[in-house]
């Protein structure tokens, strides 16, 4: 899939011939921006995000991290990768082939330990566990993002670890428009939906094309190599239909890239592609007034990982195919105003295929070319409101075909008056083999691997500063036990725990002519020899993770009715990585200086086009992506300063 409309001129040219189509007037009062909600809402916004009941976000039983249209507004951002950077303690790492994902909570989170839901279907992929983030998913798509910060396996189940990450798309009831340009790439995105008589009807889509940015990547071997030569293309399509109790839900991705870094080494001819298709549908029946039944069947089918490569050192082809089928039956039953308990069975089959496979080792997959396994579930959530707080018990039970069973269980207290709220929670969270990692060609043959188990304790208090501010303190201590990580020697492997402890503060403003939200984390990492992780002769970090991260975004209003200016700061702590050294012509672990970004853009509401100006790393700092292995690949460039243009337009 390729968007052509590679010169920025062209699409220039795009963004007028729109504004001379029919379309609704855009009044400055109604664009989104950080004054739209008051203190006092913006404190009762009700989610669901850790619990099967709706409540304020500062009730749930869970560490929660919210952004809305107005918060990547005011961050500037212009992608979804743009706006996660903003979640507390989060960075950047990169794996084989230009494949981005986060770095939470002092740990890399890659390996299947954040768990990745659009439209609430979801998205790791079958092979591996993962969602390598697409590199231009426009944020013009994007309606809200709910983060649990911690475990969440009771209600997710699988790979629920270090965070879940809940993406909704936009569900807009007229049709809107939006094109952006930028040197790096260019991007068309269409939302649009309809009510009728018993329900609604919403889609979203976008086409990208563009390349890695600005920037010279030195690899392993010391070979100089230009980003801007690695292009990315691709789409997505969600639509979503609520009628008469019935949800239904769809989601297809599709991109790739010219994957100039595979294993740390200049891959000049290697490419990569990755497609899925998520669907779900599912009913809600009320039985009477006190119980609810919702059975669920969801399908997914993927061909993520393709790729191939002519290197003169590296030729290899890759494809292989998984599907998996999953059914669940929920149900909520409130016996009482104040109690509720929800119980939920799950069963879910994964078959994965080899269609091509010619790399090293080269018997990639079993002789008959299939793996398959099953997941089966059952889980439970007791919700009480006692005196002035709030119990929430919880567990879920799973077996594992390969690596047998896991039980996890959940406690929160939690308390929210007027002005303030705290909560204590002790979680835990499983993550289980993955249809690669279970092959047993990429793990010593005498081992069965186990599954991952995390615990987590947690405590948070917040309280308003004055009657326009809010601040929030949060503490976490946690484990992983027998974490699945990947070496060249032996392969996947159970590993000796990781722990983590850390503080994260949120502060919320919201004023008259400035409107800001900030956010500021510490995390330390545990001592011991953690191979590949490990920092060779430095204590309390781990491999690309940075002990000290913070973000501020603030809106402002300008005497100018229609004119709004949005600010972005960013600081990410030193990290350690592998990196080229010319004096030694070779790779060593050296420390990456603290990285500070600023973001800048304007939002002018013409009459019939919202448009946005804006200029991302305004100073030009030099900001690294790190392998957070002790492993051979080096630190890629994210790209340098870039001007980009966006307008929105919204059609009767």
């Known amino acids: 899939m390729r968007f052509s409309c590679r010169d920025w001129r062209g699409l220039v040219l795009l963004i007028f011939t729109l504004c001379g189509l029919p379309a609704a007037r855009v009044d400055a009062a109604n664009s989104t921006d950080l004054f739209e909600l008051s203190l006092s809402e913006l404190m009762d916004l009700k989610v669901d995000t850790a619990s099967t009941r709706s409540s304020s976000w500062r009730s749930q039983p869970g560490i929660i991290t919210l952004f809305d249209s107005s918060d990547m507004r005011a961050m500037g951002a212009r992608t979804l990768r743009d706006v996660l950077l903003h979640i507390p303690g989060v960075s950047l790492g990169m794996d084989t ?66 965070a879940v990450i809940r993406i909704y798309t936009r569900a807009e009831q007229e049709t809107q428009i939006t094109v952006s340009t930028q040197e790096s790439a260019n991007v068309l995105s269409v939302n649009g939906g309809s009510r009728f008589d018993g329900g609604e009807f919403s889609v979203s889509a976008s086409l990208q094309d563009g390349n890695w940015g600005k920037g010279k990547w030195i690899d392993s071997q010391g070979t100089h190599a230009d980003i801007a030569t690695s292009d990315t293309r691709g789409g997505n399509l969600a639509a979503n239909l609520d009628w008469s109790g019935t949800q239904v839900r769809l989601f297809h991705l599709q991109y790739g890239m010219d994957n100039i870094q595979q294993y740390g080494v200049y891959a000049p001819t290697a490419k990569i592609d990755f497609r899925e298709t998520n669907f779900f549908i599912a009913h809600d029946f009320e039985l009477n007034k006190q ?145 690669q990692t279970s092959n047993p060609i990429f793990h010593p043959a005498t081992e069965t691997l186990k599954a991952e188990q995390s615990r987590v304790s947690e405590i948070e208090y917040g309280h308003t500063l004055g009657q326009k501010s809010y601040l929030t303190l949060s503490l976490f201590d946690q484990k992983i036990k027998d974490a699945i990580i990947y070496s060249y020697e032996p392969g996947y492997t159970n590993n000796p725990p990781i722990k983590t402890r850390g503080i994260d503060l949120q502060y919320w403003f919201t004023g008259d002519v400035v409107s800001l939200r900030a956010n500021a984390s510490y995390a330390k990492a545990n001592d011991d020899d953690l191979l590949p992780y490990d920092v060779p002769n430095h204590s309390g ?44 012509d070779s790779i060593q672990v050296q420390q990456l200086a603290a990285e500070k970004t600023l973001n800048l853009s304007l939002t002018y509401s013409f009459p019939t086009v919202l448009w946005t100006l804006g200029v991302s790393n305004l100073t030009d700092a030099n900001v690294l992506i ?27």
């Open 626 to 652: 790190p392998q957070p292995y002790n492993d051979v690949s080096t630190p890629f460039p994210a790209g340098g300063r870039e001007y980009w243009l966006r307008a929105e337009i919204i059609f009767q």
């Open 291 to 435: 119980w609810k039944l919702t059975p669920r069947f969801g399908y997914r089918d993927e061909a993520n990982w393709r790729s191939s490569s002519q290197a003169p050192d590296f030729v290899y082809d890759y494809d292989v195919r998984a599907r998996a089928w999953d059914a669940q039956l929920d149900s909520i039953y409130q016996y009482v105003e104040d109690a509720s308990i929800s119980l939920g069975v799950y069963h879910q089959t994964e078959i994965a295929r080899a269609i091509s496979v010619d790399m090293p080792p080269q018997e990639y997959f079993p002789p008959d070319g299939e793996l398959q396994q099953q997941t089966r579930a059952i889980y439970a959530n007791w919700d009480l409101r006692m005196s002035d707080y709030d119990l929430s018990l919880g567990a879920r039970a799973s077996h594992h075909d390969y690596s047998g069973s896991a039980f996890t269980p959940r406690i929160g207290v939690t308390r929210a008056e007027k002005n303030w709220h705290m909560k204590m929670l002790y979680g835990t969270a499983f993550r289980e083999p993955d249809l």
């Open 97 to 162: 082939q230009n494949t981005v994902n986060l770095v939470a909570r002092g740990n890399w989170a890659f390996e299947g330990k954040i768990q990745y839901l659009i439209n609430d279907l979801p998205v790791n992929d079958l092979i591996y566990g993962t969602f390598p983030l697409p590199p231009n998913f426009p944020v013009a798509q994007l309606d809200r993002i709910e983060v649990l910060r911690g475990p969440g396996s009771v209600k997710y189940g699988n790979s629920a670890q270090l």
């Open 541 to 584: 970090q781990n491999m690309g993770a940075a002990n000290q991260v913070a973000n501020l975004w603030l809106g402002w209003k300008t005497p100018l009715e229609n004119l709004g200016v949005n600010v972005d700061l960013r600081y990410v702590g030193s990290r350690y990585a592998q990196q080229y050294s010319a004096a030694v």
